[in-house]
């Protein structure tokens, strides 16, 4: 067993992970990169669940600002992480890392829908699961679907990739004494309404008792170091 003692976990990709230097959309050099890294934590033996956001192509909320209605900008949002996670998969394929992509929002001529128990079985097989279109719902994001399918798939960990290396009591980039945490609970996280991942999710993660660590996906090699035991990183439990 590995030194973190988790076997499967759900990586929660941010759409902005997708984007590289650029300041929207996809980059492919960069999904390629970060398709690397999934490799590596795959081929170490881990079962992984992927959830890919949207917000480097739609964020429901920032178009509701501008005039958009809420529900249907939501559901914008949700179509623009499928086209992440299709992303994703080519990326992986690419690599030859056998995926499926499942969505909540059934769109059968693209990928699968998503059915929980179809999903256990490509694990077991081996393959990585990327979930798309959030929890299929409006008013929600892509953190708390990615928090609700880690409860689902019984996932030892809820990995949140950002570009980061964990939680600080201060923004890190502002202010340069800012300290980072190595471990924080779930209730201080709440209270102090820490930027971690949204306040749904991280209820979501306590109640089931999924640790969330937060740790920085564009150094190379610290997915698969953080599932080691090692690398910088924030976790955050009960
Ligand atoms: N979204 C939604 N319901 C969900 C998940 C996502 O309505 O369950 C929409 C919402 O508009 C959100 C967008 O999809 O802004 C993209 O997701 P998110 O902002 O979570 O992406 P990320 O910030 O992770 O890139």
Do not use: W
Not at 84 to 92: P, R, S
Not at 159 to 179: M, N
Not at 188 to 217: E, G, H, Q, T, Y
């Amino acid at each position: 067993m590995q030194r973190s003692g988790f076997k499967r976990i759900l990586l929660k990709l941010s759409g902005e992970a997708l984007m590289g230097t650029g300041q929207y959309g996809i980059d492919p050099a960069e999904t390629a990169r970060i398709a690397g890294e999934v490799k590596l934590a795959h081929d170490a033996g881990y079962e992984l669940c992927l959830v890919v956001g949207g917000g480097n192509i739609f964020r429901g909320l920032a178009a509701a600002a501008k005039g958009f209605d809420r529900g249907s900008a939501d559901y914008m949002g949700m179509l623009a992480t499928v086209m992440n996670a299709l992303a994703v998969q080519n990326a992986l394929e690419n690599v030859g890392v056998h995926t499926r992509v499942q969505s909540a929002i059934p769109m059968p001529s693209v990928c699968e829908p998503y059915i929980r128990r179809r999903a256990e079985r490509h694990i077991e097989k081996g393959r990585v699961v990327i979930f798309a279109a959030g929890t299929g719902n409006p008013f929600f994001t892509t953190d708390t679907g990615a928090a609700l399918r880690a409860a689902e798939m019984n996932c030892d960990a809820l990995l949140k990739g950002t570009s980061v290396d964990g939680v600080y009591d201060a923004d890190p980039k502002l202010v340069p004494t800012a300290k980072r945490y190595q471990t924080l609970s779930f209730s201080k996280v709440l209270a102090d309404n820490l930027k971690v991942m949204d306040a749904s999710a991280v209820s979501m993660c306590r109640d089931n008792d999924i640790p969330i660590v937060v740790f920085n996906i564009r150094e190379a090699g610290t997915l698969a170091a953080v599932l080691r035991g090692e690398g910088t990183s924030t976790i955050v439990m009960n």
